[in-house]
């Protein structure tokens, strides 16, 4: 006996005869009598008997009946309460690199927008630190995370989102602090300010791609954080580019953002695990991607949208292979 079984015995009640329950459960009424006659054989008791009227219920079929019925409700009262846990159990971890510096003024909108479009999802935002971007996601610390011009790896998706235009962090004693704009190729004999990230990383904010090499100061300490890198140019003597963005939302007494001119953009991501081809991570992608395009403009200068950044669904069929 299952519940298929009790649902179609209570349907062929209810509806008085075998052929308008078929109708109203949509079911060929062979295969409706068919489950009937198991269950009768299964309990050992006939149930129904067929007549001119339609049919007859037996005895034991009015017993079996209100039971069935019973459990039926039982059930369905069971399956709307595991489907209610497991909506108050969803939950995305969500990383998002110096944190609210991530996606400079569009991390504020995107948090908001993904709260507002899943409301049934738990949403946990964390700073993630820029020395490792990578380990907390592939680890599960982390199910998908805002990152910067995020180093490739084999076992992470990215998708970008916006790239925005960089700015030279120098201390507010330094020659350039007043400039309106500086050309990176007129900084490339500077020493850069060591960062405590990957190679490949850190090398992009110390203008290797442009240099060719790396000329970072060999006697400062490497910077593991923003607060780091704002009292490391105190000194002077270094220097580091960073998102236009940290300027406005960092601001800080012994520093200045000088716009820097010439210099390919900084990338805005959302990384997530290769083959994580969760609903909740698909629609976290999506929606970042369209906040991103519809609040562009918070980002001053030449910032830019993406356009495959809203269409998670390419990136998504892509890590499932």
């Not at 695990?273 to 991607?289: L, M, N, P, T, Y």
Request: charge should be negative.
């Amino acid at each position: 006996m299952d519940l298929r079984q009790l649902a179609y015995f209570v349907a062929v009640v209810e509806a008085n005869g075998f052929r308008p329950a078929s109708r109203r459960l949509v079911v060929a009424q062979p295969a409706l009598s068919s489950s009937v006659r198991r269950l009768e054989l299964d309990l050992g008791v006939e149930l129904l008997r067929r007549s001119s009227h339609g049919i007859e219920v037996t005895e034991a079929g009015r017993e079996l009946l209100e039971r069935a019925r019973l459990l039926l409700r039982q059930a369905a009262e069971a399956r709307e309460a595991i489907r209610e846990c497991a909506q108050r159990q969803r939950r995305l971890r969500v990383g998002a690199v110096a944190g609210v510096l991530a996606a400079s003024e569009l991390t504020p909108p995107i948090f908001r927008d993904v709260r507002q479009t899943q409301p049934d999802l738990h949403v946990d935002f964390e700073e993630l630190s820029f020395c490792d971007q990578v380990s907390p996601l592939l680890s599960g610390h982390f199910d998908v995370a805002l990152v910067r011009d995020a180093v490739p790896h084999r076992e992470l998706t990215v998708v970008p989102i916006a790239s925005e235009r960089r700015a030279l962090l120098v201390g507010v004693e330094h020659e350039l602090a007043n400039e309106d704009e500086v050309g990176a190729d007129d900084v490339l004999e500077q020493l850069m300010l060591p960062l405590g990230s990957p190679r490949e990383w850190a090398g992009f904010w110390q203008l290797d791609d442009v240099r060719g090499g790396s000329h970072v100061h060999p006697e400062v300490a490497e910077a593991t954080s923003v607060q780091n890198m704002q009292l490391a140019m105190a000194s002077g003597e270094v220097m580091i580019s960073v998102p236009e963005g940290m300027g406005r939302m960092a601001p800080h007494p012994l520093v200045r953002y000088v716009p820097l001119r010439d210099a390919p953009p900084s990338s805005i991501g959302v990384a997530w695990r290769r083959g994580d081809c969760r609903r909740e991570i698909s629609a976290f992608v999506e929606q970042v991607g369209r906040t991103a395009h519809e609040q562009i403009e918070l980002l001053r200068g030449n910032a830019e949208t993406s356009p495959p950044a809203y269409s998670a669904q390419r990136a998504i069929r892509a890590a499932r292979r």
